[in-house]
């Protein structure tokens, strides 16, 4: 009988995220600065990093973009202030106007609209009559107890503290700003101690998964929203509706709320051209004008220019609005992308939380991997390789490797380490695995059987050589030794002769085989978590005793995220740096056959 994982109770999980979100409500005068300030942090980010790389140093380009940005900011605050007084003490005479575009709407009496024009003249009746007298009623405070404080704070204090706290909340923005600009390194390596080094693979996964995606995305849509605002201010202003720069500022603000934002700033600039224009034109214009540029830049430009998306779905997306917007109001309506996108990333690689990921994210529901790997946690062989049959019906075997059986094994790896999967459960895994590997039906073809003939002869030739011998070396556990196994599989056996060592093997071992063996190439293995280091010290200690082997390192299971390993293990020895097994095949055969020209689907004579 299996032993079960041990897990969290679903009660215990909803009851700490009803916790955490009842927290957050509470402390949100400490939070809400927060957020901005990391909103900030990642929209300034990829500008500090360009910056650096320029060769400014860390201290100098973060006074400098600071210096830069927050004057930007306090520049266009005032403008925009000085707008909405002028825009607020007009209010008042707009009031006629409106009320005759109003009366210009031809309606049935009792229909719908008239009811609604019935109760907009009545609201505005109320405005332009009532306003007035409650202001000439208001009483005139008078202080008429003694003491030192009866004129003095306590009189100002309305108007103060909330003045204060503002200024406060602005200068504790701008400060963690700068700070967590400087100490980016310092903050993640926290992070990293604060969940413990026993999960540093997938934490460290984590953080730059969300901080790359929230960083590129946020830029990228700071970009086209203020393009979009400029031109649309400009053209609010050609046409005549006043406070355009207000509405342009809005446009850049609002557009960052996916789907419904820009709509909402469309509202604005509308009602002020029907309350301050003599006819239907400018109003209809700015509407056209709204209904012309939003699609074409969400639909063309922005598809265009960046493919980074905030990885979760439209409808989580507007449902993550109306949350962010309850729990912190309009500061919230803003922070709702960047925090979603955090969360559904903390959420696919925290196994506790995978029904958010689900939720929020905007991947295929059940990938055929999961669906796979779902099988083999239930201890059904038999429907995981009806599910490795089915997909093989569709798809070519090096696809069904690629994206089926090594994201599984990845799978496993990573609950492996979070100590969700027991021993007997990752043995029954990778024992099933083997098995259905053995047991699929390879074709007949290789990419690697047929050799171009030199050019100029029309004439295709066949070659006949003695197997080349390849030694491979799982760098981790019996998941790379069987990524290994299917990496075999993809090679010509009546060209490539590989050997697979045992995993576990000491590094001594492993060197004096190669030395002892003389293969025409080393592979090396590994699916994360776990297989770097030791891939990158055994590429260091190979390229320093047999300087002209080669050495291939095929990394599998995260496609995306080896940018920064491929360059660690080429400056550590490694020739090429794969992450597919069909990437890693390639290599291979264009390591050893680097004047020859392969190609598919061709059988040797």
């Not at 830029?219 to 355009?244: D, E, K, R, S």
Request: with cysteine; proline share 5%; charged share 15%.
């Amino acid at each position: 009988m299996p032993h079960k994982s041990l897990k969290l109770s679903p009660l215990v999980v909803a009851g700490t995220l009803m916790l955490i979100v009842a927290s957050m409500y509470w402390a949100r005068p400490v939070l809400i600065p927060v957020a901005l300030a990391m909103l900030l942090t990642f929209l300034l980010s990829p500008v500090d990093s360009a910056l650096q790389r320029l060769g400014v140093g860390r201290a100098v380009s973060v006074a400098l973009l600071a210096m830069i940005a927050f004057s930007l900011i306090g520049v266009i605050g005032w403008a925009i202030s000085l707008q909405v007084k002028e825009f607020a003490h007009n209010l008042p005479s707009y009031q006629g106007n409106i009320k005759k575009r109003i009366e210009e709407l031809q309606v049935g009496q009792g229909t719908t609209l008239d009811k609604v024009r019935v109760e907009f003249e009545q609201l505005i009746g109320d405005v332009a009559t009532n306003a007035p007298a409650e202001r000439a009623r208001q009483p005139v405070l008078v202080t008429v107890q003694g003491g030192r404080f009866s004129s003095g704070v306590w009189q100002f204090s309305p108007v103060v503290w909330p003045l204060l706290e503002s200024l406060f909340n602005i200068l504790l923005v701008v400060t963690l700003v700068i700070f967590m600009l400087l100490e980016r390194d310092e903050l993640r390596n926290r992070a990293i101690r604060l969940l413990g080094y026993g999960r540093l693979s997938l934490t460290t996964q984590a953080l730059d998964e969300a901080g790359q995606r929230v960083s590129r995305y946020l830029f990228a849509q700071f970009i086209v929203n203020a393009c979009l605002g400029v031109v649309m201010g400009l053209g609010l202003f050609l046409l005549g509706v006043p406070y355009a720069l207000l509405w342009g500022f809005l446009i850049i603000l609002l557009r960052f709320v996916p789907y419904i934002g820009i709509w909402f700033a469309a509202l604005f600039p509308v009602a002020v051209s029907l309350a301050t224009s003599a006819n239907w034109w400018q109003p209809l214009s700015v509407i056209a004008m709204f209904a012309v540029l939003e699609p074409v830049v969400g639909l063309v430009i922005e598809p265009m220019l960046f493919s980074q998306s905030a990885g979760t779905s439209k409808l989580a997306m507007l449902i993550a609005i109306a949350f962010w917007t309850w729990l912190w109001g309009p500061v919230g309506l803003l922070l709702a992308t960047p925090l979603t996108a955090c969360l559904a990333v903390v959420a696919k690689y925290v196994p506790q939380l995978e029904f958010i990921a689900v939720l929020l994210g905007d991947e295929p529901l059940m990938q055929a991997s999961v669906a796979y790997y779902k099988r083999l946690l239930a201890w059904d062989q038999e429907e995981a390789e009806a599910i490795v049959e089915e997909q093989l019906q569709t798809h070519s075997v090096e696809h069904v490797f690629d994206e089926v059986l090594i994201p599984a094994l990845h799978y496993a790896k990573r609950d492996r380490r979070l100590g969700i999967l027991t021993n007997d459960e990752q043995e029954f895994i990778y024992k099933s695995m083997r098995e259905i590997i053995e047991r699929i039906d390879l074709p007949s073809t290789h990419p690697t059987s047929l050799i171009d003939a030199p050019a100029g002869d029309a004439s295709t030739v066949t070659v006949r050589v003695d197997k080349i011998r390849i030694l491979a070396w799982p760098a981790h556990d019996e998941g790379d030794a069987i990524a290994l196994l299917m990496l075999q599989q993809l090679l010509d056996p009546t060209r490539y002769e590989m050997e697979i060592s045992t995993a576990g093997k000491r590094l001594s071992e492993i060197l004096q085989q190669a030395e002892q063996k003389t293969p025409a190439l080393f592979c090396i293995g590994f699916i994360p978590p776990g297989g770097l280091s030791a891939s990158r010290h055994v590429s260091k200690l190979l390229r320093a005793r047999l300087p002209e082997l080669s050495i291939v390192v095929g990394h599998w299971g995260l496609h995306e995220k080896i940018t920064n390993d491929r360059e660690a293990l080429l400056v550590a020895g490694a020739t090429h740096v794969a992450a597919t097994l069909i990437e890693t095949r390639d290599q291979i055969t264009q390591a050893l056959h680097p004047h020859v020209k392969f190609q598919p689907d061709a059988v040797v004579s």
